[in-house]
């Protein structure tokens, strides 16, 4: 059993950064962790994803030169560091981990087997 905890969610002026921490209870080298994010009466979508088996990357458009994710050195955490946010940022966020290499990595589906507790994020003025 893998258990996961984010942190570093605050509150944030428009154009503000902020770094979010995912630690895991175990080791993360067989898992890919994504970023997913939920705002209210919405979906929760995928934002980036590191497959940390093949230490590859991958975001979705409305992030992609604004967020980068990573693994901190060799420690069981990955952070997703968040630059230029905008008010459209705004939602709770939530690191996932999964055994697989998924294509629509974006998509919440049960291939993603722990989920940490989230942490808000709020972009306004």
């Known amino acids: 059993q893998l258990q996961l905890v984010e942190s570093g969610g605050d509150l944030v002026q428009p154009g503000g950064s902020l770094r979010l921490s995912c630690a895991a209870s175990?080791?993360?080298?067989?898992?890919?962790i994504t970023w997913f994010r939920q705002a209210p009466g919405k979906e929760r979508e995928g934002v980036a994803t590191i497959d940390l088996t093949r230490s590859r990357t991958a975001y979705i458009d409305s992030v992609k030169g604004r967020f980068i994710t990573s693994r901190i050195n060799a420690e069981n955490t990955v952070s997703l560091q968040m630059d230029d946010l905008k008010p459209e940022d705004t939602a709770v966020y939530y690191c996932?981990?999964?055994?697989?290499?998924?294509?629509?990595?974006?998509?919440?589906?049960?291939?993603?087997?722990?989920w940490g507790q989230g942490t808000q994020v709020t972009v306004s003025s």
């Open positions: 996932a981990a999964t055994p697989f290499s998924l294509s629509s990595w974006y998509l919440d589906t049960p291939e993603y087997v722990y």
């Open positions: 175990g080791s993360l080298d067989n898992f890919a």
